[in-house]
């Protein structure tokens, strides 16, 4: 079982709609969660940093994290077409602590 | 925010040579940086961590002498492919750590090796 699991997609969607990303993950030592975005050869963007559980808003960006469940999602709100792109959750327990990957959700948004 | 710089962003070099891949934090003292390698299709994959003024620490399956890590300030970090192969065409991207915050990623490097 991977330390963080993510669906592959590719999911699309129409503008303007509601996107729901989700991961789970196994290590209960984990308590940082992210979420990076990255378009076609380019490296990761961060999108949202957050720690243990509870949600974080940033513009059209919501993440939530339920430690009970092990759950990570992020909520992209009025999508629109330059959010196409890959999405990764990822996961570290602390420091400088290794960063675990989950393998990215390749999103488009049709206009 | 945080802002790391990465060079070359594409290299073309022939099997057998080396290619050296720069790693900078602009605005920011890293002591600790992180390399990946990502292959298409597949998730970041940490090949090792470069810690400044000591030696790296690789991964399992990482090859040390093929992959040389040098962080020989606050600021920089650089990977060398060394006698590289085209099964070493891939995108490597470094990553550091601003005080408390997220990771924040180079925008990578494209080997492809012929």
């Known amino acids: 079982q991977k330390e963080v699991e993510q669906d592959p997609g590719p999911l699309s969607v129409p503008e303007g709609a509601i996107v729901s990303l989700n991961c789970t993950y196994s290590?209960?030592?984990?308590?940082?969660f992210m979420w990076y975005r990255q378009y076609s050869r380019k490296g990761p963007e961060l999108l949202m940093y957050?720690?243990?559980?509870g949600n974080k808003e940033d513009g059209r960006f919501t993440a939530q994290v339920d430690k009970s469940s092990k759950y990570i999602s992020l909520f992209i709100r009025d999508s629109q077409p330059s959010d196409s792109a890959t999405y990764l959750c990822?996961?570290?327990?602390?420091?400088?602590?290794?960063?675990?990957f989950g393998i990215g959700t390749k999103l488009q948004v049709i206009p | 925010g945080a802002v790391v710089s990465q060079h070359p962003s594409r290299v073309i070099c022939k099997s057998g040579t080396s290619v050296k891949i720069e790693c900078r934090s602009l605005?920011?003292?890293?002591?600790?940086m992180f390399w990946y390698r990502q292959f298409p299709k597949q998730s970041l994959m940490l090949m090792a961590t470069?810690?400044?003024?000591?030696?790296?620490?690789?991964e399992q399956g990482v090859e040390k002498d093929k992959f040389l890590i040098n962080h020989a300030s606050l600021t920089l970090s650089t990977l060398t492919v060394t006698s590289a192969h085209p099964e070493d065409s891939s995108f490597y991207i470094c990553?550091?750590?601003?005080?408390?915050?997220?990771?924040?990623f180079g925008s990578g490097t494209r080997l492809t090796v012929v």
């Open positions: 290590n209960s030592a984990f308590q940082y």
């Open positions: 470069s810690n400044e003024g000591s030696k790296a620490t690789y």
């Open positions: 990822a996961a570290y327990s602390g420091g400088y602590q290794k960063v675990t």
């Open positions: 957050t720690y243990s559980s």
């Open positions: 605005d920011f003292q890293a002591t600790t």
């Open positions: 990553s550091a750590k601003s005080g408390e915050g997220g990771y924040t």
